[in-house]
């Protein structure tokens, strides 16, 4: 019996309500005294729980000429209520942990404390949180995005979704290309190696959702400037394995202005798509 009243226990009975419903499995049509007595509780404590338990559907109360007696009702729709009421609590508590948290993310550290504020972050390491944390910096930013990047390893030349939707939203997205031949783009279902006419209609079909695009011989590092209020700094290092490289991530407008104006210095020095196919088939003349 204190095996079954544990139990009950964890289902969320009390411990005098997991008596009372052992008792009233045990017997039949019993009075409030002598239920009390046999589960070894206080009397008035018993009258309270057959009371609920009658409101609940758990057990009967029946009226006698003399006095209110109690019996359990068929044991299966005791178990089909009890199983309902956890299932709909278990719903009801997924539903609220959703919704809560679902307020809950957009004002996340919004109320940051001035003394707990980190200007400057590192992260180490090619991984995951390196390509999160970019796109935790974009999903807070709404202006504009100022990109220095290499064109390395592979891409297709659809449109990111996050780039058109940002774009859709009024955001403004500039993308400034080191023209590498160490990039194979996906035509169809093969990978091919760069050519200077692919490499054009690649940058070409980028532009065709909003985004602007220039190509330049050479770039340092990646550099994601997020409304010039925040740098992210990759730290190229061709001695040192992109697995051990590191990232920086500098929250000051200051800074962010100012490698703003380096970005459209190197900008307005870098060739659109057009100008980097005729000058390359100038050379090739």
């Keep these: 019996m204190e095996e079954i009243v544990r139990n009950l226990e ?74 309902k009421e956890i299932h709909d609590t278990y719903q009801s508590r997924m539903t609220n942990l959703k919704d809560s948290f679902d307020k809950l993310q957009p004002i996340f550290r919004a109320k940051e404390m ?36 290499k064109l390395e390893g592979r891409a297709t030349a659809e449109a990111d979704q996050r780039t058109i939707d940002f774009i859709k939203n009024g955001g403004k997205v500039k993308t400034l290309y080191e023209a590498s031949p160490n990039f194979k783009l996906k035509i169809g279902d093969e990978w091919k190696d760069m050519t200077t006419d692919s490499l054009v209609e690649f940058t070409i079909a980028l532009t065709a959702e909003g985004e602007e695009v220039r190509l330049t011989e050479n770039i340092n590092q990646f550099m994601a400037i997020f409304d010039r209020k925040v740098v992210y700094i990759s730290l190229v290092d061709p001695t040192i394995s992109r697995y051990n490289r590191s990232d920086i991530i500098v929250k000051n407008e200051n800074f962010a202005s100012s490698m703003a104006e380096y970005f459209e210095q190197q900008w307005n020095k870098a060739y659109t798509p057009e100008d980097f196919k005729n000058r390359n088939t100038g050379e090739q003349k």
């Design 114 to 149: 001035e003394a707990q504020k980190v200007d400057v972050e590192l992260i180490k390491g090619f991984n995951k949180h390196r390509y999160a944390k970019q796109l935790q910096l974009w999903s807070s930013s709404s202006k504009e995005l100022l990109v220095m990047a």
């Design 10 to 83: 964890k289902l969320g009975f009390t411990v005098y309500e997991s008596k009372v419903f052992c008792v009233l499995f045990e017997g039949h049509l019993l009075t409030a005294s002598e239920i009390a007595q046999k589960a070894e509780i206080p009397r008035s404590s018993a009258y309270d729980i057959l009371k609920e338990f009658v409101k609940q559907g758990i057990c009967n109360e029946i009226q006698t000429s003399s006095v209110a007696k109690y019996e359990i009702i068929d044991p299966a729709i005791v178990q089909d209520k009890i199983e």
